[in-house]
Nanobody, 126 residues
Framework: VQLQASGGGLVQAGGSLSLSCAAS????????MGWFRQAPGKEREFVAA????????YYHGSVKGRFTISRDNAKNALYLQMNSLKPEDTAVYYC????????????????????WGRGTQVTVSS
């Protein structure tokens, strides 16, 4: 599976951005999906994950209630709606895929994922 994230940009604190991740070259619906981010000088961290059938989602505590992960299997697309953005959300955001047979399993460890896309930069100014 090839992944390409897009939708990043510069936004003021309190604003919103919507990220997209386009998948190709595989069966998107057979993958659980996740968003991760990496700020300068920091390790990559988990942001959100969604199961194959969208029945299960999981968020890092720092984004819960502000970010929403979703997917459209018919369009081979993953999304991350980010509201009430804070300067500490500034990072490169990556989408990732893991082939699974379970419809509902999700994963939050980066090492669990098999495929990664190029990131998209999100910068939140104060």
């Amino acid at each position: 599976v090839q992944l390409q994230a897009s939708g990043g940009g510069l936004v003021q604190a309190g604003g919103s951005l919507s990220l997209s991740c386009a998948a190709s070259g595989g069966t998107f619906s057979m993958n659980t999906m996740g968003w991760f981010r990496q700020a300068p000088g920091k390790e990559r961290e988990f942001v959100a994950a969604i199961s194959r059938n969208s029945a299960s989602t999981y968020y890092h505590g720092s984004v819960k209630g502000r970010f929403t992960i979703s997917r459209d299997n018919a369009k081979n697309a993953l999304y991350l709606q980010m509201n009430s953005l804070k300067p500490e959300d500034t990072a490169v955001y990556y989408c990732a895929a893991k082939y699974v047979t379970s419809y509902t399993n999700i994963y939050y460890r980066s090492r669990s994922y098999d495929f990664w896309g190029r990131g998209t930069q999100v910068t939140v100014s104060s």
